[in-house]
């Protein structure tokens, strides 16, 4: 990725990011088809409440995993496979353990959190035999996770797409057969779905590892490289140092989720149902600028490390004009078929009314949160960290929840959607400034010697949201 045409190495990367987003939300799509059809609007309020509590958990560990892409990438494109093993050694422990420490108290506080998300009783008890069976499998859908950024991080997206497609396929399969139970299969209802989601990302992991030792890849941890497995210290203050903002900053959008979706709940079931249906569109028309800025964040972290910032800026520019025409073709065609669209999760007319209310306010913004999405990528494949975070802060628990709970509270329901527009032109507008005159391009990861770097140009980031 350090060398030839930028266009052809972002499309490359970035079409097999892409369409493994696609399947990922295909398959919650169709799950979420199954449940809200044949189980009831009560059932899919549910899914949908729980779903937002594991996009929560997700993003606690979300940041270690993306210090150890940029790490790696950084170290690939520096040529330095043996500080790239140490870096997939330390982290894969580390990871672990989070996970299985996040996935018991998943389980234990289930029904609290639920309830304090003010769930609507008739889909509570839906929502906790949802959620619990998920946290069983959540150690290994983290770490089969964590594996495919491990991959993207040294520049293979084409590997992690290929296992998405058997996770998915299992996925779908299974769903109907344990939701229903036909023959000597047993109904599970709403648990069943959940099971086979479970199933399905554990067997997808062990056929991973089984092909990546298989196939000699070179990041792979030998016999030989048994060391690597371990705690190193300067590896895992670099992870928690820079890994923690990225995470912390997941937690904000997943924790500003879950206001908007109490307040939704405050609304009624028909308000939490629509709102669920429009969030599955929603993640469709944000594949584009997920894809195009994993791409471009792995993309400027191996030309970081090669030292060759012209390559750099140029996938900045490159990754916003793709993203801007990807994501606004998707909105474009949601708009044209917006009924139908959500038709397919929603059979009430009142929650298939609202439904169309919020994508006709906050499909459009999507554009704008694509720019942010892709410029931040690039900033923190330099390490720097303090900014996004504080860019995403403000942007969301200061402009957009304060404004929606105003809005929603003072003008009813369809008001409260325009804090979308309004919270995702403030982003755009911040990481834009911040990328033209902050101090992103001094950031650094570790040194070569891999410990935490006070070296040139300069360790610390500069700008007005890093400190």
């Known amino acids: 990725m350090t060398e030839g045409s930028i266009g052809k190495s972002l499309f490359f990367f970035a079409v097999p990011v892409l369409l493994g987003n696609v399947l990922q939300s295909l398959n919650g799509t169709i799950n979420s088809i199954w449940i809200g059809n044949f189980l009831g609007e009560d059932a899919f309020a549910g899914t949908a409440n729980a779903n937002n509590i594991m996009f929560f958990l997700l993003s606690t560990i979300f940041g270690i995993g993306m210090a150890a892409t940029i790490l790696i990438g950084q170290n690939v ?6 500080q790239a093993k140490k870096v997939v050694g330390t982290s894969a422990l580390f990871f672990a353990v989070l996970s299985l420490l996040i996935a018991a108290a998943g389980i234990i506080l289930s029904p609290d959190i639920l309830r304090w998300m003010h769930t609507p009783e008739a889909s509570l008890g839906y929502a906790i035999s949802y959620l619990r069976i ?34 998915s396929f299992l996925d779908i399969v299974l769903n109907p057969l344990l939701i229903f139970g036909p023959g000597p299969v047993p109904a599970l209802g709403i648990a069943g779905s959940a099971t086979a989601t479970a199933i399905a990302q554990i067997v997808s992991l062990v056929l991973l590892m089984v092909y990546l030792y298989r196939t000699g890849y070179a990041l792979r941890l030998t016999r030989a490289d048994m060391q690597y497995l371990r705690l190193d210290p300067g590896i895992v203050w670099v992870l928690v140092k820079k890994g923690f903002p990225m995470g912390l900053q997941m937690i904000v959008v997943s924790t500003s989720g879950l206001a908007l979706i109490n307040l939704v ?13 429009a969030m599955q569109l929603a993640s469709y028309v944000q594949m584009p600028a997920m894809a195009i800025g994993g791409a471009v964040s792995s993309i400027a972290a191996q030309n970081v490390g090669a030292n060759k910032w012209d390559r750099v800026h140029r996938t900045t520019l490159m990754g916003i004009t793709v993203n801007f025409l ?35 306010i906050t499909l459009w913004p999507f554009i704008l949160f694509g720019i942010t999405f892709v410029v931040s990528g690039v900033v923190r494949s330099t390490g720097a960290v303090m900014a996004p975070l504080g860019i995403t802060f403000f942007a969301l ?11 929603g509270r003072q003008y009813g329901l369809v008001m409260l959607w325009w804090s979308f527009p309004i919270g995702f032109l403030m982003g755009t507008l911040l990481s834009g400034a911040y990328y033209l005159w902050g101090g992103w391009r001094r950031a650094r990861m570790m040194a070569p010697s891999g410990k935490d770097s006070p070296t040139a140009p300069a ?5 007005p949201a890093s400190s």
């Open 77 to 82: 494109g520096a040529n330095d496979l043996n």
């Open 134 to 167: 998920i946290f069983v499998g959540i150690p290994f859908m983290f770490f089969y996770n964590f594996l495919m950024m491990v991959l993207r991080g040294s520049g293979n997206s084409k590997t992690p797409f290929y296992f998405l497609l058997v996770s």
């Open 265 to 277: 709940n405050s609304f009624g079931p028909d308000a939490t149902a629509a709102f669920g249906a």
């Open 326 to 360: 990807m994501t606004g073709v998707l909105v474009g065609l949601i708009y044209l078929f917006n009924r139908q669209a959500l038709d397919l999760f929603l059979n009430g007319e009142k929650a298939l009314r609202l439904g169309m209310d919020i994508n006709t």
């Open 397 to 407: 628990w200061c402009v957009r929840i304060p404004l929606a709970y105003y809005l």
């Open 459 to 463: 360790e610390a980031e500069s700008g």
